[in-house]
């Protein structure tokens, strides 16, 4: 027997943003991270992000019976809510109905953590979002990707592609991180904490 959805047919449109920066050059970096998992849960549902708007790419669809827009921010990191504001705006999605998936260097890599509102945590494009927004009350599904070495360049070690290691990891992280989204959608906030943030997805250093 299909598991029932927290969410009616009459229930209002859900936001997925994804965060990261556009272009080649930033592709395969590890603040492009939020860009990865998004892409992957698109690809798992059929939906094509393939309309431009909000100064973003975007697509619409059904995800395990939950109407949702899935964003990818094409504006640079630093400037996320004016796509993220302009989606929010358009579709009629308040705080507590978006959700943004991000990097997080204060998690080790293949951490996942779920967390609903709160501050920006020194994170520009969380920043920009709460700014523009004019709140943190909304959904993050926070994706970790460690820190630098002790005295090293942390906005360098973002901007830089995943280690050899990291990489032969990244596909089941990935992986967790849309099964963390379609757990948010369907089943709410504190379902999927239970289930993804004491979880390691990768192995430790």
Known sequence: ?????????????????????PGERYAATRHNVGFMVVQRLAAAHGLALKKKGHQGVYGTGRIAGIEATL???????????ASVGSACKSLGVEPGDLIVVHDEIDLPFGALRIKAGGGHGGHNGLRSICGNLGS??????????GRPPQGGDVA?????????????????????GVAAL???LVRGAAAAMNEFNNRAFASPD
């Open 136 to 145: 943190g009350e909304f959904l993050r599904l926070r994706i970790g990707v």
């Open 182 to 184: 379609e757990t948010l």
């Open 156 to 176: 360098g070690y973002v901007l830089n592609p995943f280690s050899a290691r990291e990489r032969g990891e990244l596909d089941q992280v990935l992986a967790a």
């Open 1 to 21: 027997m299909p598991r029932k959805s927290r969410r009616s047919e009459s229930s209002p449109m859900m936001l997925v943003a994804g965060l990261g920066n």
């Open 71 to 81: 964003l990818l921010p094409l504006t640079f990191m630093n400037l996320s809510g």
